[in-house]
């Protein structure tokens, strides 16, 4: 039961007006606390916009299966002056996508932005592929990104919030000895549009990101691959890539985390649907 409070003039609720202070204090820290969770947040594009958005958000929450590679990250976001929750969750497992947005909103109550950058996709010929490989490549890269985004549409509904996908140059560049990179980058592009349609009508920006060759550990493998295709040593085979290509460098995690940085800034907030490529002209034709 509860029992008034009275003050020497008989009159008040002190305990009501001290839980509405609290209250609106909980209110502003939550309304101050802009999130962002950043998936492959363990090393390579992810770990780069992790940092970099640390400029931008409050709070931001690097999400892997690595437990000591989020660790790292969230290390060096707390440096960059933002605060972390680092979360190791392989997202291919059926219940991740709501673990994290659980935790999430436990820590902070609100979602401000989603960076679908995880998906190691296999680079197995079109002939050799199994349909194990399909499958993984698509429950991580794909199904992955696409239950997480659905998991924090209510709460991005409610912060007007921002959502990336990761995609990839070869979504326009189909080639046999990489046809699943090129077909989930290409199915991911058309998820990201089709996102967007329903962020019109809801409030949520949603656009995907396309890069070229970033030199990231992922990027080394494919090197590699087609170093052995073409009988050449990895040194070789990077210089070579880098003529065929006609780029006069390879990309940097850190430029593609700048082009995350503005896509999901207010200064970008009419820009939604578009799948952006980077890729230093790799691509020739639109």
């Known amino acids: 039961m509860l029992r008034r409070l009275d003050g020497p003039n008989g009159r008040g609720w002190p305990f009501v007006a001290l839980l509405k202070k609290q209250t609106n204090e909980a209110n502003r820290m939550s309304e101050s606390m802009r999130t962002v969770i950043v998936t492959g947040g363990s090393g390579g594009i992810g770990r780069a916009t992790a940092e970099r958005l640390a400029r931008d958000f409050c709070m931001v929450v690097p999400v892997a299966r690595s437990i000591d590679g989020v660790a790292s990250t969230a290390a060096r976001i707390r440096e960059a002056g933002a ?52 499958a993984d490549g698509l429950s991580l890269k794909f199904h992955g990104a696409r239950k997480l985004t659905l998991a924090a549409w209510p709460a991005l509904k409610a912060s007007r919030g921002s959502v990336i996908f990761m995609s990839g140059t070869a979504a326009v560049t189909p080639k046999a000895s990489l046809c699943a990179v090129s077909s989930i980058n290409a199915a991911i592009v058309a998820l990201a549009k089709a996102f967007s349609e329903r962020g019109v009508c809801d409030g949520v920006q949603v656009n995907s990101v396309l890069p070229g060759p970033v030199m990231t550990e992922r990027r080394r493998k494919m090197l590699s691959h087609y170093a052995t ?6 040194d070789a085979a990077s210089k070579a890539f880098q003529q065929e290509t006609g780029i006069t460098r390879y990309g940097e995690p850190a430029d593609v985390a700048e082009l995350i940085a503005f896509l999901v800034s ?16 790799e691509i020739k034709a639109a």
């Open 266 to 281: 207010p200064q970008s907030r009419w820009l939604t649907g578009v799948a952006v490529r980077i890729d230093g002209g």
């Open 83 to 134: 605060a972390a929750l680092p979360i190791d969750q392989d997202m291919r497992e059926a219940v991740a996508a709501e673990r994290v947005v659980e935790a999430v909103l436990a820590a902070t109550g609100r979602i401000d932005a989603v960076v679908n950058v995880a998906g190691a996709v296999s680079q197995t010929d079109l002939f050799q592929m199994t349909d194990e490989e399909w």
């Open 229 to 234: 295709t073409k009988g050449l040593d990895l």
